[in-house]
């Protein structure tokens, strides 16, 4: 990896954050009268911690990793534009994108005017390790990685992904918004191995809160450091916080428990698809959900939409010709669906 200075945009290298009340005082007192806040209608008229201190605790303790390492953003498309802006100069640098992948990526170079070179997937959607470095050039500063990817829903090589790691000086961003469903293990562990690493987790799907928008960025602390410089000062509010800990504190069994009975959901749905004749193939899937190819996808789709069932087409999507993405519902809405497959 090139030095953190080396990599970061020179304007945020030197920026100045913000500084707020919550920024020179926490902790207890008895009287608040540094941020100009209403006195009335506590605890919702206090701004929130702008670190989720107390969150962060509870998040380092399941996922056994330091607490200064952990970015906490709206969601993890926060982290995603806070990568793009720490590391790469609009219309200068580019990032490296696989293809096809969770379609933020894009969106979120396109809004910072920054370059996306595209490295396909191969026929049985695994990594190309060549094909995506053949992408770098001098003004690479981020490669993003999805795995399990989206919209494919399989996990990629391990040794491939150590080849990108080993072989690019720039960021590596592993996005693992599904590994809480996968049976390969995450890559936090390694996170003192690879400086150079951002793994990105979120709390929209095992943990079953994507209404409160809550994402998690980890990484080396310094790389921690600079993205809470660059964040809005008070970018998780405190109902999202508050949430968030009341569900860590009380039911973080029940994730494993809704993880386990979607599994068992999955399979059981593999087997209901595969009986539908116009099913072509079901891919293997490390996620809660599965691609289908079909032989007619949009009428398919159209026909679901009037029944009231909502997948998603992405047959447009390269290598996902014929494809539809289904999402293992609960065995209610997962039988609803099959029904209504049979119907066609």
């Known amino acids: 990896m090139k030095p953190l200075e080396q990599l970061l945009r020179p304007n945020i290298r030197h920026l100045k954050p913000y500084s707020s009340a919550r ?32 969150l962060k605790k509870h998040i380092a303790r399941i996922k056994g990793v330091s607490s200064k390492k952990i ?24 990032i490296v994108s696989i293809v096809p992948t969770y379609g933020m990526y894009q969106v979120a170079a396109d809004i910072n005017n920054i370059e996306v070179r595209k490295a396909l997937l191969t026929p049985d959607f695994q990594l190309d390790p060549k094909a995506i470095l053949n992408q770098v050039d001098e003004h690479t500063k981020v490669i993003f990685l999805c ?30 918004a599904y590994i809480d469903f996968a049976a390969e293990k995450s890559w936090l562990p390694r996170l003192n191995v690879w400086p150079n690493l951002v793994i990105l987790q979120t709390f929209s799907k095992a943990w079953g809160m994507a209404g409160i928008r809550l994402g998690m960025a980890f990484a080396d602390e310094a790389i921690i450091n600079t993205f809470s410089k660059i964040k809005y000062p008070y970018n998780i509010n405190l109902l999202t916080q508050k949430k968030a800990l009341e569900f860590l504190e009380k039911n973080q069994d029940t994730m494993q428990t809704w993880v386990n009975e979607l599994l068992e959901e999955k399979k059981k749905l593999i087997e209901a698809l595969k009986a539908i004749p116009f099913v072509q193939k079901i891919f293997p899937s490390d996620a809660n959900f599965l691609l289908i190819k079909t032989e007619n996808p949009q009428k398919i789709y159209n026909f679901l939409v009037d029944k009231k069932i909502i997948i998603r087409d992405r047959s447009s999507v390269a290598l ?22 049979k119907m066609l």
Do not use: K, W
């Open 23 to 54: 920024d020179e005082y926490s902790g207890e007192a008895a009287v608040f009268l540094d941020a100009n806040e209403n006195p009335f209608n506590a605890p919702y008229n206090r701004y929130p911690d702008p670190y989720q201190r107390e």
């Open 71 to 94: 970015f906490l953003g709206n969601g993890s498309d926060e982290a995603i534009d806070i990568v793009l802006r720490a590391f790469c100069e609009p219309g200068i640098d580019n």
């Open 147 to 176: 795995s399990p990817n989206n919209p494919t829903g399989n996990c990629f090589r391990e040794a491939h992904i150590l080849e990108v790691l080993e072989s690019f000086d720039g960021m590596v961003v592993l996005d693992e």
């Open 320 to 341: 996902c010709e014929g494809c539809l993405r289904v999402t293992v519902g609960a065995p209610e809405e997962n039988q609803l669906l099959i029904e209504a497959l």
